[in-house]
């Protein structure tokens, strides 16, 4: 079922006690009061995150990724193969970074078609695996101008919207393989992922491996830290150092200086 899921969500409103709503729910900025929630649904076609010309445009400017980076360059031979004037570009704004954004989000969205687990045997860390995996190999064909993209997500303006969709990453990935939890250990999960996944984007930046396997290398030393360090985090105290740890390993691989 969520495997169908292809775009941006709605939501139902559905009432229920206040134990109810999950931390996913809340994840997603439902809002919360003591009669009524709105909850995550699959009963509804999905809205897209785009519109109708931005998803046109920002798609053909993808294939000028290669040859012109995150540009404005980029986004003007978008607009021109999609049959809209140069102006035209004004749809998108933030420039380069609605680029950016448009490749994050849709390569997220498209993680639930793009694999499945017909193993009912696969445990739920090996799927978290597979999903990651799965996402990096859709850098591929930018992944030569990838350290431009970081350097623009990493400007003021663009660090909150750049860490909140790696948020979302993470948090799709843990959905998508299963997770269930719903004590502290659904954030220790989506905030260690989050940390472990922008390391290893960075790292295959510059690997020059067959088939990028070193980057898979890394990303498995990088879980295997994970859940050794994991395994240790008792209290609310080590629970925020860790934390701490893990947010600032992620703003230090999109190239912010701390």
Known sequence: ?????????????????????????????????????????YEH??????????????????????????TASALTLGARDAGYLEVSTNLVPRGPYDLINYHLVTQRLALGTRIQFPDAKMGV???????????????????????????IMAQPAYIPPSLAELARLADEIWFLAGDTSVD?????????????????????????SPEYMETERFLDRRLDETRRVGGVVRDVGQWVGFTGSSVLNVLKSKGVRI
Not at 15 to 27: D, I, M, N
Not at 30 to 36: D, G, R, W
């Open 1 to 41: 079922m969520a495997a169908s899921r292809a775009l941006a969500p709605r939501f139902v409103c559905l009432r229920q006690p206040l134990e109810a709503t999950s931390p996913r729910a809340r994840s997603r900025g439902h809002t919360i009061s003591s009669q009524t929630r709105t909850y995550y649904s």
């Open 45 to 70: 076609d999905p809205t897209p995150p785009f519109t109708a010309a931005e998803s046109s445009i920002l798609s053909a400017a993808l294939n000028h990724i290669p040859h012109h980076g995150f």
């Open 125 to 151: 860390g090996a799927k978290v695996r597979a999903l990651a995996i799965q996402r990096l190999r859709a850098n591929r064909a930018v992944i030569n101008r990838w350290q431009e993209a970081l350097a």
């Open 184 to 208: 502290t250990s659904w954030y220790t999960k989506r905030a260690t992922l989050a940390a472990v996944y922008s390391s290893t984007e960075l790292f295959m930046t510059t690997d020059k």
